[in-house]
């Protein structure tokens, strides 16, 4: 569901942000925070940044953070560098960089890796940063950062302290009226020494006339205009919904369906989207579930294979999505917004939830995708016990440690020692959760290697 008002009504942020970039190739650099509710436009706005950096010949990473992989550590991180990683990564982890090669190289997750530190980790990344604007003025910018795992947080809070020396944009979306979203360290980071706040408003009632009038074709009565507006408060999200629902009326605006169509609107976007999944159809909608698990940036057919569809109807119902503005195209599980994955998201029951999460970790465990994804969906349900299971767990503890994360290894390890019936594996993982534990200052450390030295003398 697109924001369609495009940039209408947005003139003085968009010279903000032309100012910063501007700063930014003259070798000053600035943090930039674009604050409002869920729907006000943080991301078209987003959008318009990257366009306007991209034509200035700018470097541009890029991440969104998702709700429901806020306990993937250094997930923003990884996002952000991972596609230059991939282009240059004797450059980008030249010199400081270096201490982020755990995190960023390949092979920084065997099992021999050394523990370390968060904070050579943050400096590494850092570093990477460094480097790149050692090429060419670039921008970071990050969506949804209230949503963002902790220690990306204190890496974007250790970066935007250092923007003095750095030809760099830093631009944030945070969103503003849920507290469970916001926390100490998004707090630091809006308030941060020199940073530049930018709060959308709403659209006025005659932005949205005009954006109703376009859509209709035709001209557009007083009171059903103000009934929308009404309706909406000029949100651009809730306007966009609204004006999807308009096209889908076989008759044109009037004053008696103002109130239907207003009515819609005011339900918000979970509303929105759950009539036109209704109307899509029984594998359009569980395509929709399936994808709003896995979360964006997977494969539709990997959607497609945890809906349980055959592959003919699942081409059908994604491109049923696509054209719906439910999915952003037919070949991914990525949202056309976050709001749009979270209603579709929320339409799933807890029973479902925690049926489906398992399912989708044994998908991304068998295509070999990273250890704490997989981890991340076992323990949003019941943890099949398997033998897969308990090596899932191994390995998304190994990673979360050389992340400087211990205590969730601690976790890991302890579910998957209920598990395990193999005394092999038993000691395996006890030395294991020994060392996360040490490494987090337990001192129950000693005990498992203890109980885990007979097992080995066996």
Known sequence: MVDEAGPLERDAELRTIDRLLDQASTGVGRLLVIEGPSGIGRSRLLEETVRRARSARMDVLTARAGELETGYPFEVALRLLEPRL??????????????????????????????????????????????????????????????????????????????????????????????????????????????VRLRPRELSPDATRELLRKVADRSIPDRFAAACWEATKGNPLLVGALVHALREEPAGPDEADAATLAELARHDV???????LRRLGPPAERLAGACSVLGDGHPIASGVALAALDADVGTVAAAQLAESQILSSAGSTTFEHPMVRSAVYAQLDAAQRRTIHPRAGKLLYDAARDPTVVVAHLLKGEIPDEPWTVHALQAGARVVVRRGSPELAVDYLERALQLTSARESEAEILLELGIAEAASGRSTSLARFERALPILKE
């Open 86 to 195: 991939s282009k240059d990564a004797d450059g980008l982890l030249e010199g400081r960089a270096a201490l982020a090669r755990p995190l960023l190289a390949p092979g920084a997750t065997d099992s021999g890796a050394p523990v370390i530190n968060e904070t050579e980790l943050v400096r590494g990344l850092y570093g990477c940063i460094v480097n790149i604007c050692r090429g060419r003025a670039a921008v970071v910018v990050v969506d949804d950062c209230h949503w963002a795992d902790e220690p990306s947080l204190r890496f974007l809070n250790y970066l935007v302290r250092r923007l003095d020396d750095l030809p760099l944009t830093v631009v944030l979306a945070v969103r503003t009226g849920d507290p469970t979203a916001r926390g100490d360290l998004i707090d630091r980071l809006v308030h941060a020494s020199g940073s």
């Open 270 to 276: 979970e509303h929105v989207v759950a009539r036109r």
